[in-house]
């Protein structure tokens, strides 16, 4: 069975900081690869996806991810965070060969001004 | 992007009494929708995908008697809480694929029941 790993369960930054936070999936064939966020009291949004072509994918909000096949991983970046970043993130994956979304366990990122 | 709405957002109930929540499509046809729930703090877990015309195909652990699951049509599924207890209380998304040239999975706002 597919499975989705994020390693960060909560990160804590001040504005401007450099982010990067993790995701691992266990699937070895064909996946499709999604970011997405929930900010405080909202629905999930989609930050990001990746079907396949550039490895590097550019998001909304200046949010870019980099899908590593070698490595089963789609880690999320931002170069300077704002505290309007503060939001859970999830990492989810839908395999060729089962057709579900499947999240990871999310990280809570807070930022402070 | 396309919409999915979910209907009663909140919703507070008795033990004991059944809810029910739609999930619907609103400018696109959805053959498949699916159905999560997430704890407080926890990431979503998917309960059920459901299907147009046929059965719901629920996952490992979700019992099917307990969460009803009916899609009526290519527009609307809904999911019915049975006998519901105060553990059922969480907040419950749907999604649906509208699986454009770009593809994605558009959600519902979620729709949130505590059970007293």
């Known amino acids: 069975a597919q499975s989705v790993s994020q390693h960060n369960h909560h990160v804590i930054l001040s504005e401007a900081a450099s982010l990067e936070l993790g995701c691992n999936y266990s699937y070895g064939g064909t996946v499709n690869l999604f970011w997405y966020v929930q900010y405080p009291g909202q629905h999930l949004q989609l930050l990001l996806k990746y079907f396949s072509g550039d490895p590097l994918v550019k998001g909304i909000k200046g949010f870019e991810a980099e899908f590593i096949k070698s490595k089963f991983s789609f880690n999320l970046r931002k170069p300077s965070v704002q505290w309007s970043d503060t939001a859970e993130y999830f990492c989810a994956v839908i395999s060729g060969g089962y057709n579900k979304l499947i999240f990871g366990a999310g990280t809570r990122l807070a930022v402070h001004p | 992007g396309a919409v999915v709405s979910q209907h009663p957002s909140w919703v507070i109930c008795k033990s004991g009494t059944s809810v029910k929540i739609e999930c619907r499509s609103l400018d696109f046809q959805a053959t498949t929708m699916f159905w999560y729930r997430q704890f407080p703090k926890q990431s979503l877990m998917l309960m059920a995908t459901?299907?147009?015309?046929?059965?719901?195909?629920?996952e490992q652990g979700v019992e099917k008697d307990k969460f009803l699951i009916n899609h009526a049509s290519l527009t609307l599924s809904t999911l019915t809480v049975t006998s519901a207890h105060p553990e059922d209380s969480s907040f419950y998304i749907c999604?649906?694929?509208?699986?454009?040239?770009?593809?994605?999975?558009?959600f519902g706002e979620g729709s949130r029941l505590t059970v007293l």
């Open positions: 999604s649906a694929p509208h699986w454009d040239s770009t593809g994605e999975l558009f």
């Open positions: 459901s299907n147009e015309g046929s059965k719901a195909t629920y």
